[in-house]
């Protein structure tokens, strides 16, 4: 799947990430991400969106359609156009997310869990 790419092509700063189908199943990215991503996409609620932010970095993910990408991120991000690119990307697989959605956080615990699961730097 070619969604994790273009959002690196957006921004630099992705570490790395993980796509989820509906039952939590991977269909791109890190496998490591897999347990703690699914973590947090059951944690979200009525929320579509998530963002978390450490001294280490940062933590954004969406929902749509039966979708989720959850993305781990360099400190320099910005989680509104993250986010914002996260919708566009759900949209190009068919997925259109809610213009207005919610957006939850991510904890502390779970987002440095995500990051030091990360196998990348920005950039990489």
Known sequence: MLALDYL?????DIRDGV?????????AGEPALVPAARELVAGLGSATEAEGRTRAGV???????GLAIVLVCGTQTMPALG????????????APAEP?????TVSTRLAERLIAETRREPGD
């Open 100 to 104: 207005d959605a919610a957006c939850a």
């Open 83 to 94: 986010r914002h690119d996260l919708r566009l990307v759900l949209a190009d697989l068919g």
């Open 8 to 12: 690196r092509e957006l921004s630099a």
């Open 59 to 65: 933590i954004l993910a969406a929902r749509a359609g």
């Open 19 to 27: 796509v989820l189908d509906a039952s939590g199943g991977r269909l």
